[in-house]
């Protein structure tokens, strides 16, 4: 026990302290130094909370990504030396919100630590030695039947509106065999493995491809099988790690300087999300916008994609209306999201369609009357300032928090489905609480089919097609 606590603590100390000296520094600079130091030692204080060396680093993401989803304006305001409340398009209440959301983040984090429980180094050693016991050969056939799967589960949730949500559930279990596929090439030292190197140019092509360009989504699960494996930080690793990002940033501007004129080709030149045309011309498409960016374009898509990122801008200008001129809802958005999943449409075809931009649009006095071929919600940080005010926001963050840990801890114990399968299964559900942009009643109802999905999967599908994923040597 005192060797496991000893490496945790030395493996968190040797990222946190880096963190903590290059934050400071940055802080340093610009007009909002509170601000910028209060959002690294949240950050720091996250780190330690969430740091589970050898288990997937789901929990720790969650907060990471929505950490830069809160601060990044900041660091960005600082910069442009600008103070934040200026920095803002939409006015209101910019720097309150900002330090707001930190706190809430922190909440989270707590909650999660809470219902995760303590680290468990043994689970790593075991999932080490499932993956090493199987070839990489077979994981790689039942990520292809997974697949397989995944592509008929997406047709029919197109097919079958009424049914989209379990079904779209259902397609995402594809990212559990890939994970594992990656995670059993890497723990035999072969991130090149043919395998692999198959798996993750398939799906990279078919996202970079689609409507939205998901194509985040094949890096995202890459680093949790990397950092599953209990790779030692080191300037190697480091240096991995930060050349993946840079790769996934360099894609992301790339992705928003071309995204507009992309979408509007794809479509047919309509105001819808589908897609008319076939994957080669779509490809040929990207690569003709692409080959036409220059400096200033990248210039200015780095602008809007850091703008597009922070996601504290709504929530300034809902505290500027929220209790002034529209009431505290008192728990309504949460009781409406939290019963929304046990009420198929199947069953309720009177149920209400969830719209978020008419919520946004409802809160912060119609800033988005008409928004095409997208979604624009407040946040689930917000709602919750919505419905319980400033102070008690922070008990149903911590609750939240405390729900995604209970699902984590309940993947990752589970001997139905052994630790490898569990930490790839708790990465692919929980992958969907990730973003701070994420409406409470989409998050709570995406969890909820995740989790109806998966324990299907585990109690029915596992035992007859994937027993040996399950199994220790």
Same mark, same amino acid.
């Given at each position: 026990?005192?060797?496991?606590?000893?490496?945790?603590?030395?493996?968190?100390?040797?990222?946190?302290?880096?963190?903590?000296?290059?934050?400071?520094?940055?802080?340093?600079?610009?007009?909002?130094?509170?601000?910028?130091?209060?959002?690294?030692?949240?950050?720091?204080?996250?780190?330690?909370?969430?740091?589970?060396?050898?288990?997937?680093?789901?929990?720790?993401?969650?907060?990471?990504?929505?950490?830069?989803?809160?601060?990044?304006?900041?660091?960005?305001?600082?910069?442009?030396?600008?103070?934040?409340?200026?920095?803002?398009?939409?006015?209101?209440?910019?720097?309150?919100?900002?330090?707001?959301?930190?706190?809430?983040?922190?909440?989270?984090?707590?909650?999660?630590?809470?219902?995760?429980?303590?680290?468990?180094?043994?689970?790593?050693?075991?999932?080490?030695?499932?993956?090493?016991?199987?070839?990489?050969?077979?994981?790689?056939?039942?990520?292809?039947?997974?697949?397989?799967?995944?592509?008929?589960?997406?047709?029919?949730?197109?097919?079958?509106?009424?049914?989209?949500?379990?079904?779209?559930?259902?397609?995402?279990?594809?990212?559990?065999?890939?994970?594992?596929?990656?995670?059993?090439?890497?723990?035999?030292?072969?991130?090149?493995?043919?395998?692999?190197?198959?798996?993750?140019?398939?799906?990279?092509?078919?996202?970079?491809?689609?409507?939205?360009?998901?194509?985040?989504?094949?890096?995202?699960?890459?680093?949790?099988?990397?950092?599953?494996?209990?790779?030692?930080?080191?300037?190697?690793?480091? $240096?991995?790690?930060?050349?993946?990002?840079?790769?996934?940033?360099?894609?992301?501007?790339?992705?928003?300087?071309?995204?507009?004129?992309?979408?509007?080709?794809?479509?047919?030149?309509?105001?819808?999300?589908?897609?008319?045309?076939?994957?080669?011309?779509?490809?040929?498409?990207?690569?003709?916008?692409?080959?036409?960016?220059?400096?200033?374009?990248?210039?200015?898509?780095?602008?809007?994609?850091?703008?597009?990122?922070?996601?504290?801008?709504?929530?300034?200008?809902?505290?500027?209306?929220?209790?002034?001129?529209?009431?505290?809802?008192?728990?309504?958005?949460?009781?409406?999201?939290?019963?929304?999943?046990?009420?198929?449409?199947?069953?309720?075809?009177?149920?209400?369609?969830?719209?978020?931009?008419?919520?946004?649009?409802?809160?912060?006095?119609?800033?988005?009357?008409?928004?095409?071929?997208?979604?624009?919600?407040?946040?689930?940080?917000?709602?919750?300032?919505?419905?319980?005010?400033?102070?008690?926001?922070?008990?149903?963050?911590? $609750?939240?928090?405390?729900?995604?840990?209970?699902?984590?801890?309940?993947?990752?114990?589970?001997?139905?489905?052994?630790?490898?399968?569990?930490?790839?299964?708790?990465?692919?559900?929980?992958?969907?609480?990730?973003?701070?942009?994420?409406?409470?009643?989409?998050?709570?109802?995406?969890?909820?089919?995740?989790?109806?999905?998966?324990?299907?999967?585990?109690?029915?599908?596992?035992?007859?097609?994937?027993?040996?994923?399950?199994?220790?040597?």
């Amino acid at each position: 026990m005192i060797a496991v606590a000893r490496t945790r603590h030395s493996s968190v100390g040797a990222v946190v302290a880096p963190l903590l000296v290059a934050g400071l520094a940055l802080s340093l600079s610009g007009p909002n130094l509170l601000l910028a130091i209060f959002a690294v030692v949240a950050l720091c204080v996250g780190v330690v909370l969430l740091w589970r060396p050898a288990e997937t680093p789901i929990l720790l993401f969650i907060f990471c990504y929505q950490w830069m989803q809160a601060s990044i304006a900041v660091f960005h305001a600082n910069w442009l030396g600008q103070d934040v409340q200026n920095y803002s398009t939409f006015g209101g209440q910019h720097e309150r919100s900002i330090a707001l959301s930190l706190a809430a983040l922190l909440a989270l984090a707590v909650g999660m630590r809470l219902a995760a429980g303590p680290l468990d180094e043994a689970i790593g050693r075991r999932a080490r030695a499932i993956a090493l016991h199987q070839p990489v050969s077979r994981f790689f056939r039942a990520y292809v039947i997974a697949y397989g799967v995944s592509v008929l589960s997406a047709a029919g949730a197109r097919a079958i509106p009424a049914l989209a949500q379990p079904l779209l559930a259902a397609a995402g279990v594809k990212w559990i065999f890939f994970m594992a596929l990656a995670y059993a090439a890497f723990v035999r030292g072969s991130v090149l493995n043919r395998y692999f190197v198959i798996a993750f140019v398939v799906e990279f092509v078919s996202g970079f491809g689609g409507f939205f360009s998901d194509f985040k989504t094949v890096f995202f699960f890459t680093f949790f099988a990397f950092f599953m494996t209990g790779a030692r930080v080191s300037p190697r690793t480091i $240096a991995m790690t930060t050349a993946m990002a840079a790769l996934v940033v360099l894609l992301g501007v790339v992705w928003t300087a071309v995204k507009v004129e992309y979408r509007s080709y794809i479509s047919g030149g309509g105001t819808s999300q589908s897609v008319a045309v076939d994957l080669d011309r779509r490809i040929d498409k990207l690569a003709e916008l692409v080959s036409n960016l220059d400096g200033p374009a990248l210039a200015r898509a780095t602008d809007k994609m850091i703008r597009r990122i922070s996601y504290s801008e709504l929530f300034g200008v809902v505290l500027n209306r929220v209790p002034e001129f529209t009431p505290y809802e008192n728990g309504a958005i949460t009781l409406d999201a939290i019963s929304r999943p046990f009420m198929p449409r199947a069953l309720f075809p009177d149920k209400a369609i969830i719209d978020d931009t008419r919520r946004t649009n409802f809160y912060t006095g119609g800033l988005f009357y008409v928004a095409q071929a997208t979604s624009i919600s407040l946040g689930y940080i917000t709602e919750m300032y919505i419905d319980f005010g400033e102070y008690f926001m922070f008990v149903a963050v911590l $609750a939240i928090g405390y729900f995604s840990g209970r699902i984590f801890r309940w993947l990752t114990r589970s001997p139905r489905c052994g630790p490898l399968f569990g930490m790839c299964a708790a990465s692919q559900t929980l992958l969907a609480a990730s973003f701070l942009e994420s409406s409470f009643t989409k998050l709570f109802g995406g969890l909820i089919a995740s989790v109806l999905v998966i324990y299907l999967t585990i109690r029915y599908v596992l035992p007859r097609a994937f027993a040996w994923i399950a199994q220790e040597a």
